[in-house]
Nanobody, 115 residues
Framework: QVQLVESGGGLVQPGGSLRLSCAASGSVFRITIMGWYRQAPGKQRELVAT???????NYAEPVKGRFTIFRDNAMNTVYLQMNSLKPEDTAVYYC?????????WGQGTQVTVSS
């Protein structure tokens, strides 16, 4: 089992920046991919970005060029640097960790972009 704890959400003005963090514990040696999803009110949960152990990344089109995912494998932590934030980025952001036979979710952290 992998446990995930997110931090770094909050309220930011349009055009601002936030960095989310997600620390993994437990069976971290099984993790192959870590990443972020988000869910806005009334919408389905959607992919934001993922990164494999080998460093391959995948970004959703709406965040390309604005968000950057990176990992500190020694600390079993994944980060999401979010720049040029827009009101439509407002959502609960969830960390995810993929293992060969399962996936684990964090509890979510709220990001609100508003003036």
């Amino acid at each position: 089992q992998v446990q995930l704890v997110e931090s770094g959400g909050g309220l930011v003005q349009p055009g601002g920046s936030l960095r989310l963090s997600c620390a993994a514990s437990g069976s971290v040696f099984r993790i192959t991919i870590m990443g972020w999803y988000r869910q806005a009110p009334g919408k389905q949960r959607e992919l934001v970005a993922t990164m494999s152990n080998g460093g391959s990344t995948n970004y959703a089109e709406p965040v390309k060029g604005r968000f950057t995912i990176f990992r500190d494998n020694a600390m079993n932590t994944v980060y999401l640097q979010m720049n040029s934030l827009k009101p439509e980025d407002t959502a609960v952001y969830y960390c995810i960790a993929h293992s060969p036979m399962s996936r684990s979710w964090g509890q979510g952290t709220q990001v609100t972009v508003s003036s």
